[in-house]
């Protein structure tokens, strides 16, 4: 089973401000939905919260130390290796991490991939990515989309695998 991280982050590497996303992109939120279609898709408990509901057609998984939490519409789990446990016990072939920073953290040394948006702006954020490790990732894929009436930035959508 591949571990994917999937990501958007602006230029100081901010990737979210008040437990929300500060930008409206609305076609790398087309790209989220095809790339995690039919897979299961593992967050943290405040990631859960901020969406606000199960995304139609993927197995959530909602990590949380709250013994006793429950999630409408999704799995739980108590820690990110249950969470991959459980999608690799289902026969998943690709598990993706949609953070936020406290579930990437712990995911990024064993991602084998990562679907990392480049927001081309400055956002005020107070939740940064915490990622250093371009140089041991290379890229697979990548495309750029301009700012537009559905973009409110211009972005780049990079494919990254470990080398
Ligand atoms: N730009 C993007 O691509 C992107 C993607 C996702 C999220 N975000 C943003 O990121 C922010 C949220 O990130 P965050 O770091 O504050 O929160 P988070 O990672 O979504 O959730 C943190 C929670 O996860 C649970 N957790 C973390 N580590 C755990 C572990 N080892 N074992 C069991 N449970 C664990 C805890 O839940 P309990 O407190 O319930 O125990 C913890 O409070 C929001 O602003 C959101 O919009 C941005």
């Known amino acids: 089973m591949i571990v994917s991280v999937i990501v958007a982050a602006e230029e100081g590497g901010g990737i979210g401000y008040q437990g ?3 930008w409206k992109l609305k076609d790398d939120l087309k790209l989220f939905k095809e790339t995690t279609m039919g897979h299961h898709l593992i967050v943290g408990r405040k990631t ?3 969406i606000g509901r199960a ?4 197995t959530m998984v909602v990590i949380t130390r709250q013994p006793d939490y429950v999630a409408e519409g999704a799995e739980v789990a108590h820690s990110l290796s249950d969470a991959l446990v459980l999608a690799q016990s289902r026969g998943e072939t690709e598990a993706f991490v949609g953070g936020g920073a406290e579930i990437y953290a712990e995911a990024l040394p064993r991602a ?3 679907y990392y948006t480049r927001v081309l702006a400055r956002v ?4 940064l990515f915490p990622w ?7 890229e697979i894929e990548r ?3 301009p700012a537009d009436d559905r973009n409110e930035y211009a972005f780049i959508w990079r494919v990254l ?3």
Do not use: A, Y
Request: with cysteine; hydrophobic share 25%; glycine share 6%.
């Open 143 to 145: 495309r750029e989309f």
């Open 161 to 163: 695998e470990r080398r």
């Open 112 to 114: 084998d991939r990562m």
């Open 132 to 138: 250093q490790g371009e140089l041991t990732m290379r």
């Open 20 to 22: 929300r996303v500060p």
């Open 124 to 127: 005020r954020c107070d939740t």
């Open 55 to 58: 995304l139609p057609g993927r």
């Open 48 to 50: 859960w919260e901020s």
